[in-house]
């Protein structure tokens, strides 16, 4: 099972923020990556910030999240790619999208990331610093802030409630009961 996330806080040369992550989705296809599943659209605060997340079931239009939230999704997708070509390809896309490289958790057009690839567990000590130092993209799975972050665990809840974290076992669920 491959889950990615998408999010957008600001309007993109695509449209605004839900178009935004409406292209991006098409862009998927042309990089070889099938949509499986895809969750309700949910809204949430800047990580910077503090607010109510909810799900959007029903979007009609992009006011229906104040401006500076993200519009969130989550996806099931299936491609032949392994980790680190998904990775370059997701990055292909944000960029096309207008995002540049910059402050950590800043205001942004387009952010995808990879949540859980099949299952494996890599990243971080010593292969995480020789793939930087060789020029590669650092790659850690399962995502690194995946356990806290709602915006996250609750779409992913709604399209793989069977799925369970790599490394400690819990389900979506049981990871959003830990957050209250």
């Known amino acids: 099972m491959i889950i990615l996330s998408l999010g957008s806080n600001l309007p993109s040369k695509w449209g605004n923020r839900m178009q935004t992550l409406d292209y991006a989705m098409t862009q ?3 990089y070889r990556i099938a949509i499986i599943k895809k969750s309700s659209f949910y809204c ?6 503090t607010c109510k997340n909810s799900l959007i079931t029903q979007p009609a239009n992009d006011d229906q999240s104040p401006d500076q939230h993200y519009i969130n999704i989550t996806l099931m997708v299936q491609t032949s790619k392994s980790a680190a070509p998904l990775l ?3 990055k292909q896309i944000e960029h096309a999208a207008g995002r540049v490289a910059g402050k950590r ?4 057009p387009l952010d995808i990331d990879i949540i859980d690839y099949k299952g494996v567990i890599c990243g971080r000590g010593v292969e995480y610093n020789q793939r930087i130092h060789a020029g590669f993209l650092p790659l850690t799975l399962p995502h690194p802030g995946l356990i806290k972050r709602a915006f996250v665990l609750k779409p992913l809840e709604q399209i793989a409630p069977f799925w369970h974290h790599p490394q400690n076992g819990k389900t979506a ?4 009961n830990a957050l209250k």
């Open 88 to 90: 370059y390809c997701l």
């Open 105 to 108: 958790w800043a205001s942004r």
């Open 173 to 176: 669920r049981q990871l959003i």
């Open 28 to 30: 998927l296809s042309k």
């Open 44 to 49: 949430s605060a800047p990580m910077t910030l």
